[in-house]
């Protein structure tokens, strides 16, 4: 099962983030298998947040991976959004063709209200790093979709989504993560 994981930093908790850095790595290091994307969101060069999707036996095993990350224990986020996911695409962030570097990238969460939408790849997906929808534990219910997006700005991300029919929309500057090469 395929999960989604956004860890939203709390605020002046930029220093703790980085002194913490080796420790969430070594973490997500024992993830490496199962990851399907990762990296953080920005404002300019200050971390806002950290996006994970990852593939998991179930939503057991997915809060724990997103409650037992360190910064979390240690106070670096003020909340965590775990979801179900559907990888529509089919590839890991490191299967995109326009690599890891180059261009603006993007989160695009679109929180959902009523009928399920955009549950297919939009037709012009070149620069679509991840895509799927979010869903309750069992998969049975839409509750939104999360995109990583490469675009030149972002309202060219947001437009990845069907603006009228969701309750929010939210677009954040993101970046690969990972160790550096």
Known sequence: MEFFCYHRDRPGSVELRDE???DHWSYM???AKEMIARGPTL?????T????????????????????????????Y??????????????????FPGGRTGGNRYLVLG?????????T?????DELIAYGPLLSDNG???LGTAALVRAPNPDTARAVLTADRYADIEVHNWQFGGRPS
């Open 29 to 31: 290091d024992r993830y």
């Open 49 to 76: 947040g950290s996006v994970h999707i990852v593939d998991l036996p179930d939503p057991t095993a997915a809060r724990a991976f997103a409650f037992d990350e360190p910064g979390y224990q240690a106070g670096v």
């Open 43 to 47: 404002a300019g060069d200050t971390p």
């Open 78 to 95: 003020r909340d965590v959004l775990v979801r179900r996911w559907r990888n529509m695409l089919r590839r890991t962030m490191w299967d």
């Open 121 to 125: 790849v939009p037709p012009d997906s």
């Open 20 to 22: 913490l850095l080796e």
């Open 140 to 142: 049975a219910t839409w």
């Open 111 to 119: 929180l959902g209200t009523g009928p399920a939408v955009d549950l």
